[in-house]
């Protein structure tokens, strides 16, 4: 079966983009795959794909190279769409919906045409004019399913399948280094600015732990300067970006998650690949589909700094619980394992054809 991804960019550090290579990587094992990177600012992808899987882009933005059309959103809509008419592929799968409108516009009729989702549409009119022409959509979680059935009322059928997590063997943590970790884009919703502040209270009574930050954005400016504020140029460390999270994960003990608003939660799946406990604010959308309280993290209600200082350091105190919750962690990320996603991506697909 030949099967074609879009992404918007196969080259950013997003949640979003890990998820789908994971995805595309795996599913190379059995079917002829491609990845259709609707822009390319970079010579190779921030995340590892498989060399089995087939990469092109709509535009190439790299700098230096000659562009034959105007520079714009409209060249790149223009060239989006010769390559969804000419598509051969047995099966498209879309990320965003300014894709899956193209796609469901443009693309062959005898194509499977699958939306993967994970947020809502900030513009919902082209969606519900449009997706009725899609074979299917999915969403990684059921909330979300619940939400794109209510926006498509009488469309396609929305279906909820997990994201993947790299195929194994994954790094297993320790559990016995005392480094707190995060990790993600450094932007507001993200809120890296209330982990400092938590983390200041944790400092000042485990002087001994550390936080490690990874990741880049345009808040490093502030976040450093917070830093410096608080006096914590021992005890927080920013360490850049890496493509392989998860081998940062595993040197920790614990990670923390306070986003505000989070629609992946992909770092929160890294983190339990490694048997790392997970403490997250519970109003977060994607952490709150996977931590469960006692089982394989802790869930913080919505609320100040203190309270999730609270949380870090009753883990931190008790190293018993900690091992406990890993193991959780380990048996929920067992569900996301690059097998088990596939077979669900598969039954779906048969079950369109």
């Not at 009729?109 to 993967?116: G, Q, V």
Request: with cysteine; charged share 25%; net charge positive.
């Amino acid at each position: 079966m030949r099967i074609s991804l879009v992404l918007a960019s196969a080259y950013g550090m997003r949640g979003d983009v890990r998820a789908m290579l994971n995805l595309a990587t795996a599913l190379a094992e059995r079917h002829d795959v491609e990845v259709i990177s609707v822009r390319r600012q970079k010579e190779k992808p921030f995340f590892p794909v498989s060399p089995k899987v087939a990469l092109r882009s709509v535009v190439d933005a790299r700098p230096g190279v000659r562009h034959l059309l105007p520079r714009g959103q409209v060249r790149t809509e223009v060239a989006l769409w010769r390559v969804l008419r000419n598509l051969r592929s047995d099966v498209l799968i879309t990320t965003r919906p300014g894709i899956g409108v193209q796609a469901a516009r443009h693309a062959p009729r005898e194509t499977i045409k699958i939306a993967r989702e994970w947020g809502r549409p900030v513009v919902p009119g082209p969606v519900k004019r449009f997706y009725p022409r899609l074979s299917a959509v999915v969403t990684a979680t059921e909330s979300a399913q619940e939400e794109w059935t209510r926006l498509l009322d009488g469309g396609p059928a929305v279906h909820s399948v997990l994201d993947a997590l790299p195929g194994g063997p994954w790094p297993r943590s320790r559990m016995d280094n005392r480094i707190v970790a995060a990790g993600g884009r450094w932007t507001p919703v993200k809120a890296y600015d209330r982990l400092i502040r938590a983390f200041a209270i944790v400092a000042d009574k485990r002087p001994d732990w550390r936080l490690r930050l990874y990741g880049a954005g345009p808040e490093e400016r502030l976040l450093r300067s917070l830093v410096r504020e608080l006096n914590l140029h021992n005890h927080v460390y920013f360490m850049g970006t890496t493509p392989d999270l998860a081998g940062e994960f595993a040197k920790a003990s614990i990670v923390a998650s306070t986003a505000r608003s989070e629609d992946l939660g992909m770092a929160v799946l890294e983190a339990m690949g490694c048997g790392v406990p997970v403490v997250a604010y519970e109003g977060a959308r994607g952490p709150r589909e996977f931590v469960a309280t006692g089982y394989n993290g802790v869930l913080v209600p919505e609320g100040d700094p203190p309270m999730f200082a609270a949380a870090l350091l009753a883990l931190i105190d008790d190293e018993r619980r900690r091992r406990s919750l890993a193991a959780g962690a380990r048996d929920t990320a067992l569900r996301h394992s690059a097998d088990e996603v596939v077979e669900q991506w598969e039954k779906l697909i048969a079950g369109l054809r």
